[in-house]
């Protein structure tokens, strides 16, 4: 397979399709990423992530310009031209290799093969069925939907419309788009062995921006059933990555990564800095490690400060730093007295916004059961209550998912309310 700039003339980009339909804009962009026209170069990186891949969906074009951006990661264009981030540039091979990390999560690893292919080619339907829904696809420009990655027969777009009219067609085949789709993901999988060397090369960069990127998307690759020969080697370089990595925003990323692949990164436990402590200690592998779960716990008695440490937004984290140490210790916990101080910690500092991933999970470790009308809260139920009811940046009048977490727990999502029913309960010794 070619990659690089010379690959875009092998496509017939008109037959392929991406967020908004027709990719025929799609080759422009990909030549512009190495050209010298600063504006067309961001315009291109808007591209991909707007067009070529949004939001984890996958299309046609997404594959091969795929194999087009992996070549591109040995030019050194892409490292001396930056985009702006924030009030700092950054090289464009870390916009790059993010978008190839994105391109490998969208390959669905998780999948099991014979489930894709199931959904790709769809029992009692024909080549031909599926070849004249590719043509309707990519000659109704309007059917295409406002929003980036939805298709105009979507629910939630009948949920703002209203149900559709008594005899109304939808506008598309809803099993051969699928069909369509779950083919991308077999394309991915199978065009990842070559995007994977080029992503390793990038191990080596001078720039830790770079190498951190790269370290993120080779462990998604590595997930790719096939994509790796011998897991162990790709482990074992990781490894001595991270001994090698003089700051600690390198190791974590590598750690992160180790993680991710299965392995259990045990001897990083005892790294002097402690965010790479914490992120060894999330590795699944290590889940009947005490050490693990003390370090995750230690890192949560002052959850502001861990989100403080890294300094780089690994790929693994989705969000704070915190977030993935809760689930965590949620996850290894014998019972909610154990997380109690954490997530007294965790009271103390977080707001409504960040319900689902912190606060919110921990209400519902508090209350496995839905407390009822005649029950009595325990001791630890009650102090974290009372850290809830403590910080005035919990509550909302308009805010929404906080009542979910609220009800499923048997509570009111009022802070009068559970205000009344602390000085209304005396608790049990829990």
């Known amino acids: 397979m070619r990659t690089g700039s010379t690959a875009v003339a092998d496509i017939d980009w008109s037959g ?48 091969p310009a795929a194999l087009v951006v992996a070549g591109l990661l040995s030019d050194p264009r892409t490292h001396d031209a930056s985009l702006p981030s924030g009030s700092e540039p950054r090289p464009l091979r870390v916009d790059l290799l993010g978008f190839l990390g994105a391109v490998a999560e969208a390959a669905r690893p998780d999948i099991p093969e014979d489930e894709v292919r199931a959904a790709a080619f769809p029992a009692g339907r024909g080549e031909e069925e599926v070849a004249a829904a590719l043509r309707t696809m990519l000659a109704d420009d309007d059917a295409w939907g406002e929003d980036v990655g939805e298709y105009p027969d979507h629910e939630d777009e009948e949920d703002e419309e209203g149900e559709e009219e008594e005899g109304e067609e939808e506008v598309w085949d809803e099993e051969l788009t699928s069909a369509l789709l779950a083919r991308v993901v077999l394309d991915i999988r199978a065009v990842a062995p070559a995007l994977y060397e080029p992503v390793l090369s990038c191990l080596d960069d001078a720039d830790l921006r770079v190498r951190t990127a790269a370290v993120g998307t080779l462990a998604a690759l590595a997930l790719i059933p096939g994509v790796v020969d011998r897991p162990a080697e790709v482990v074992g370089r990781l490894e001595e990555a991270a001994r090698l990595a003089a700051g600690h925003d390198e190791r974590a990323v590598l750690v992160l990564a180790l993680g991710e692949l299965g392995a259990a990164p045990r001897e990083f436990l005892a790294d002097p800095h402690p965010a790479v402590r914490a992120c060894a200690a999330l590795a699944p592998a290590l889940d009947g490690d005490a050490a693990a779960a003390r370090e995750v716990l230690s890192a949560l008695a002052d959850p502001a400060a861990a989100d403080s440490w890294l300094s780089v937004r690994p790929r693994q984290l989705s969000g704070h730093l915190r977030f993935a140490l809760v689930a965590t210790a949620i996850r290894r916990a014998g019972s909610f007295e154990e997380l109690l101080p954490a997530a007294l910690g965790v009271a103390a500092m977080t707001t409504q916004w960040t319900v689902d991933s912190d606060w919110g999970p921990l209400l519902a470790a508090a209350f496995p059961e839905p407390l009822t009308a005649s029950g009595s809260l325990t001791g630890a139920q009650r102090s974290y209550l009372e850290a809830l009811v403590a910080n005035d940046d919990l509550w909302s009048e308009t805010a929404g998912n906080p009542l979910v977490w609220f009800k499923n727990a048997g509570l009111t999502y009022d802070r009068a309310a559970c205000r009344a029913l602390l000085a209304g309960s005396t608790g049990s010794a829990g």
Request: glycine letters at 10%; proline letters at 4%; aromatic letters at 8%.
């Open 16 to 63: 392929l399709f991406h967020a908004y339909g027709r990719a025929s804009d799609t080759p422009g962009h990909l030549l512009a990423l190495a050209g010298d026209d600063e504006e067309a170069r961001g315009a291109a990186v808007d591209h991909l992530w707007a067009a070529v891949i949004h939001q984890g969906t996958a299309w046609s074009a997404t594959p």
